[in-house]
């Protein structure tokens, strides 16, 4: 019998059950058909993010894994929501595989210096078990291959890699040479370098496994702001401000904007429209839950809109007058 890779069992899996949900009879069919497609997602998710992106070879079918995802994601965009957490999982997913499988051809250039650092240190392993302490010709090679082993194990700390084969190299360089020799006290030069690495601080390569909303060609990191430090121009009311003009509210408004924003999140939770279909606390796809979603939609957006006037309406001193900026931003530059 002919092993079937997992990741084509299910990409298959998947790709049947869609197309039976297409065409299956609106009713008890098509909401078992849609159970069982939605089966096959969490089966799809689960084989696509079963194996590290630095492991080498990639599994098979990992290919026709990227493919599959970025026909589904594409005919399915209009419908993402429907889909969370699994659409936004396989969106970042199908990102990462693309990133590894465009790697250059070329190999990164790191992965030529560790292996030189390599050899260096093969070699001076050599000169030590052959050393003769009395043969002074010895004892010079022997130094000689100490001062090369040191030049190209700085020559890669000083290197960054720009591919994810060259970040999996230097990774496990690293680990051979602690666990031989621990040059560095519990590693913790080794372990700055791979997480600069990492966060592309320094590497013009694509290899991060996070996402990023910036320009994918600007991979330098902005200036990291530690927590409860103010994050905003000076002049705009920062959050101690803002808490302030919040408890200054008579109760009373409190408990309405409370309310207000209460229900706004419950009628949201109704609609489903954060859950997955089968997840949802209206499920089904008849007439009746349709409407009930649809209602409970629109009642979060209005409860939404009556949030933001109403809050706007009590804080004049952040938002402003009614149709006028507030002194804050006047004061830096806005018009009244």
């Not at 090679?141 to 960054?160: G, K, Y």
């Not at 190299?169 to 040059?183: C, G, I, M, N, V």
Request: charge should be negative.
């Amino acid at each position: 019998m002919i092993a079937i890779s997992p990741l084509y069992a299910a990409i298959s899996a998947h790709r049947a059950a869609y197309d039976a949900f297409q065409v299956a009879p609106e009713g008890e069919d098509s909401e078992l058909a849609n159970c069982e497609m939605l089966d096959a997602l969490d089966a799809l998710v689960i084989a696509a993010c079963a194996f590290p992106l630095f492991s080498r070879p990639l599994p098979v079918g990992t290919g026709a894994l990227l493919a599959h995802l970025q026909w589904w994601l594409a005919d399915e965009a209009v419908n993402a929501a429907d889909y969370q957490p699994n659409f936004a999982i396989l969106l970042d997913r199908a990102a990462d595989l693309a990133a590894v499988l465009a790697e250059p051809a070329n190999p990164d250039p790191i992965i030529a210096a560790i292996a030189a650092a390599d050899m260096a240190n093969a070699t001076h392993t050599a000169c030590l078990v052959h050393l003769d302490e009395d043969d002074e010709a010895q004892i010079e090679q022997c130094n000689a291959a100490a001062q090369e082993t040191d030049r190209t194990f700085n020559v890669v700390q000083e290197m960054m890699p720009v591919t994810l084969g060259g970040l999996h190299a230097l990774t496990q360089f690293y680990a051979r040479d602690a666990k031989l020799y621990d040059r560095c006290s519990g590693g913790s030069e080794y372990l700055a370098h791979v997480a600069r690495a990492l966060i592309a601080c320094d590497s013009t390569g694509q290899f991060s496994l996070i996402r990023q909303s910036k320009d994918l060609s600007d991979q330098r990191l902005v200036v990291v702001i530690p927590p409860l430090e103010k994050t905003t121009c000076p002049g705009v009311p920062d959050q101690a401000q803002v808490e302030a003009a919040w408890c200054a509210l008579s109760a009373e408004t409190r408990d309405r904007i409370g309310i207000i924003a209460t229900d706004m999140v419950f009628q949201s939770f109704v609609s489903g429209d954060a859950c997955a279909p089968k997840d949802r606390a209206v499920p089904g796809w008849s007439k009746k839950a349709r409407a009930i979603r649809d209602a409970a939609m629109d009642a979060s957006c209005q409860r939404l809109t009556e949030v933001h006037n109403v809050v706007e309406a009590v804080l004049p001193d952040l938002f402003g007058p009614v149709g006028q900026n507030p002194d804050w931003a006047v004061a830096m530059g806005a018009r009244r």
